[in-house]
Every structure is written in structure tokens, then in C-alpha cells.
């Protein structure tokens, strides 16, 4: 709420009485008639929006402009957001934004209030106050390519819960069918039982999907590794190739982390031998032992045994 007519809607709508009367006017008449208007209360709702501006090709995060909470005459939860636009020009996603708004004013609702079961209603309202007459469509299906598939299925979620599914209907869904028997097994801690029916699932795919299962399953695998590597092989012998490649990444990958390992311990060392070094020359030159632990990080034992063998 950038300009000085939203500040001044902002600072009216935050009375009370002008609140209730705004949304007396402007919330469909048949939920009006529902609401108990003494419980009325401005809310604070931590909502936010990035909007891209076009012509100056800038990013900025936005607050959804104003939340009202109340009750239902039935004590059942509402909420309205007072959306305000008073650009010089319309803007269409506004419709969008509006959606935005309302689910993580939903999610914001859930943080504040962890006891609460149920949500509330969210309704938005648009206060628009500009030069030109809205000119955008307020059916947000208007906005998808294909209007008619967006009134069936926009915003509609379909649900995949793989532990309704079992072995036998997983097997005719097809390509994907082997990584979801993968999932699955791994999820219930049953892979090494699973594993022959697996790699027969996996067969069709491409080399580097089959590596990729292969190192996924040996993770979660409570063979010893050559007995993983060997099962798989005794059941598909053309993953051989897959297998090997598998098991001298793993391989590599040990080495290197070896390697980092053995540099680090290294570098420990030396700086510890180097900081004995600096203990010694400051011994000799006869530095308070606490100053000589401070600045060189030995602790102060440490410092009195270097001294103890310092001495000619």
C-alpha cells in the first residue's frame, strides 16, 4: 500500500465501525447475513507476495493489503482479505494474487494458531480505485490457455499414495512401475526381498537410470555389498555392466573421501606442530604461559608440557 489513497483507506478501515460497515456492504449478501458483526477484528497475517514490475523489469515483495477475522453466527471461523488497487493502470494478476493470498493466509493461520482443527472461510475482496475501468476477466479459468480443461481440472490434486497400491497393481503402471516397486520396498524396509522382481522391472530403462536404482537400493540394502552386487547379477547378468560401474564409482568415491580425510588430518597436524613451534620460541623468550596459550590455541597443560621439555 504504496500511495496516499491506499494509507488513507488503510487508516478509515481500521475503525471498527467503517470496517463493519465496508463489509456489510461488500461481502455476498448471503454470507452477511451469516456473520456475527461484534466479533469483527482487523488481523495481522504474515502473507507475502514477489510481484515482478515489467516495465522496470524489478522484483518486489508485497503484503497482502488487509485481513479481517471473525465468527459465524454458528462459531465457526472467517476471514476476509480487503485486497486495495489504486494503480494508474489495471492489472490482471490481481486475480491471480488473490489466490496466492488466501492459501498462505491459510498457511500462516495454521502457524499462528497450532490448536486450531479447523480453518477458517477465506473471502477476498477487491477494492478497485483507478482512472480506467477494470478491463481483465475475474474467472480466473479466463487465464489458462485451455479454458474448458481449466474448469475440470485447475487447482484439482491427484493424489498418489503408493502404500494403497500393492505389488501386482504397481506392476501395470507401466515404465515407472520398477522405480515405484523400489520406493516401496525401501519405504517398508523390504528390498533385498524385493530385489530380483526389481532389477527385472528395471531392465528397460537406460544405463544411467539403472545406476542411479542400483546405488539407491545398495543403500538401503542389509546385504553385505559384493552379496548385493552378486544377487543382482545371478538375476539379470546383463546389469553386470550397470553393477560394476556402480561399485567402482562407490569405490572412487571412498578413495576421494579418503583423500579429503587424510588432507585434512594432515593440515590439523601440521598447524598443530606449527603452533608447538610458536609455543616453544615464546617459552624461550619467556611469555607468561597464559598469554602463550591464548595466542597460540594450546590449551594451557599442553603449554606447560612444552616447557617442562624446553628446558636445556
Known amino acids: 500500500?504504496?500511495?496516499?489513497?491506499?494509507?488513507?483507506?488503510?487508516?478509515?478501515?481500521?475503525?471498527?465501525?467503517?470496517?463493519?460497515?465496508?463489509?456489510?456492504?461488500?461481502?455476498?449478501?448471503?454470507?452477511?447475513?451469516?456473520?456475527?458483526?461484534?466479533?469483527?477484528?482487523?488481523?495481522?497475517?504474515?502473507?507475502?507476495?514477489?510481484?515482478?514490475?515489467?516495465?522496470?523489469?524489478?522484483?518486489?515483495?508485497?503484503?497482502?493489503?488487509?485481513?479481517?477475522?471473525?465468527?459465524?453466527?454458528?462459531?465457526?471461523?472467517?476471514?476476509?482479505?480487503?485486497?486495495?488497487?489504486?494503480?494508474?493502470?489495471?492489472?490482471?494478476?490481481?486475480?491471480?494474487?488473490?489466490?496466492?493470498?488466501?492459501?498462505?493466509?491459510?498457511?500462516?493461520?495454521?502457524?499462528?494458531?497450532?490448536?486450531?482443527?479447523?480453518?477458517?472461510?477465506?473471502?477476498?475482496?477487491?477494492?478497485?480505485?483507478?482512472?480506467?475501468?477494470?478491463?481483465?476477466?475475474?474467472?480466473?479459468?479466463?487465464?489458462?490457455?485451455?479454458?474448458?480443461l481449466a474448469k475440470k481440472y485447475a487447482f484439482t490434486t491427484q493424489f498418489v499414495d503408493l502404500n494403497r497400491f500393492s505389488d501386482d497393481e504397481i506392476l501395470e503402471h507401466g515404465y515407472i512401475a520398477g522405480y515405484e516397486l523400489i520406493l516401496k520396498a525401501i519405504r517398508e524396509k523390504r528390498i533385498d526381498g524385493k530385489l530380483d522382481v526389481a532389477v527385472s522391472q528395471i531392465e528397460a530403462y537406460d544405463h544411467i537410470a539403472r545406476q542411479v536404482l542400483i546405488r539407491y537400493m545398495s543403500q538401503y540394502s542389509d546385504m553385505e555389498t559384493d552379496a548385493f552386487y552378486g544377487k543382482i547379477i545371478d538375476s539379470k547378468p546383463n546389469l553386470k555392466g550397470d553393477v560394476m560401474t556402480v561399485a567402482e564409482q562407490w569405490e572412487q568415491r571412498g578413495i576421494q573421501k579418503g583423500m579429503q580425510q587424510g588432507m585434512q588430518q594432515g593440515m590439523q597436524q601440521g598447524a598443530l606442530l606449527k603452533a608447538q613451534e610458536t609455543a616453544r620460541n615464546m617459552i624461550a623468550k619467556g611469555y607468561p604461559l597464559n598469554d602463550i596459550s591464548d595466542l597460540t590455541g594450546l590449551d594451557l597443560d599442553t603449554v606447560l608440557k612444552l616447557k617442562k621439555n624446553n628446558k636445556p
Open 1 to 148: 500500500m504504496s500511495n496516499r489513497h491506499d494509507a488513507v483507506f488503510k487508516d478509515l478501515i481500521s475503525n471498527k465501525d467503517f470496517a463493519v460497515s465496508f463489509l456489510q456492504q461488500y461481502l455476498p449478501k448471503e454470507l452477511a447475513q451469516l456473520v456475527e458483526w461484534q466479533t469483527v477484528k482487523l488481523d495481522s497475517a504474515n502473507v507475502e507476495h514477489t510481484r515482478h514490475q515489467q516495465k522496470k523489469d524489478l522484483k518486489q515483495k508485497e503484503q497482502s493489503d488487509l485481513t479481517f477475522l471473525f465468527n459465524f453466527q454458528d462459531g465457526k471461523n472467517g476471514a476476509v482479505f480487503v485486497h486495495i488497487e489504486s494503480q494508474t493502470g489495471d492489472d490482471g494478476t490481481i486475480v491471480i494474487r488473490t489466490r496466492h493470498y488466501q492459501t498462505s493466509y491459510l498457511l500462516d493461520y495454521i502457524k499462528r494458531n497450532k490448536t486450531m482443527k479447523d480453518l477458517p472461510l477465506v473471502v477476498s475482496i477487491i477494492y478497485y480505485a483507478n482512472k480506467k475501468p477494470f478491463s481483465y476477466s475475474l474467472d480466473i479459468n479466463d487465464y489458462f490457455a485451455n479454458k474448458e
